[in-house]
């Protein structure tokens, strides 16, 4: 687990680059949506929720205010601390508890969950595909697993059109700097779905986040609404190819009952 990246030395750097932004907005509106649709209980207070890698809280407080208890876990400590504060300031600090723990020693078993969060996380891990065996002793009959990747087809893609030749041949998607925030083992969304299958989840979504926001460019997109980005995100993230390509995907998966 040491080798799992944590982002506390990231922080600032994270939240200027995430908080308030249109990339960073346009993920969190469309898992939200996401929830709303495929969660019937969702505007129901009084499930019990896990987010695993909660960064700066938006999740936590988000579903918190709907009037559900959350545990919000991060390994990095500064995530946490301000998850907190945020939590204390909305005057949730009786439905957040936050725990300063990787997500290992969250998904112990030894608590059951009906809904677990797991949000670009995986990718940061150093055996990111291990974690998915540890979910659904978790998860209530029934509980819903919610869980973003970088997408690995989007990442050689884009590779390839910038020409990072030497990163597809070695497989090396790590940034070159230590502070880099291009995760280093993305995720292919096939061998997330198949295993998911394996362990018994019925897979209820699987869709892009940002299939086409990243590649355009900053002249056009200064000339388009963020409303009209998220409208065309919103038709063709749920179909191929164009999920195959997006930034991120999010999967649904609801566990046995």
Known sequence: MSADRNFDDLFERFHRNIKGSDKGRLREDLIREDLETFI??????????????????????????????????????????????RAAQDGLSDRVATRHLPLQDMLTGEEQYDLICIHAVMEWLAEPYAMLDKILPCLKAGGILSLTVYNLHRTIFNGLIKGDFYKILEQNFAGQSAKSMTPPNPIEPERVNARL??????????????CFYDFITPEVRDQRTYEQILLLERRYRKISPYRDIARYVHFLAKAPV
């Open 40 to 85: 019937p209980d969702l505007d129901r207070p009084g499930l019990k929720i896990l987010d695993a890698g909660c960064g700066l809280g938006d999740m936590s407080i988000w579903l918190a205010k709907k009037g559900h208890d959350l545990t919000a876990a991060d390994i990095s400590g500064k995530m946490v601390d301000f998850t907190r504060e």
């Open 197 to 210: 299958t394996e362990l018994g989840f019925k897979v209820e979504l699987q869709a892009g986040l940002r």
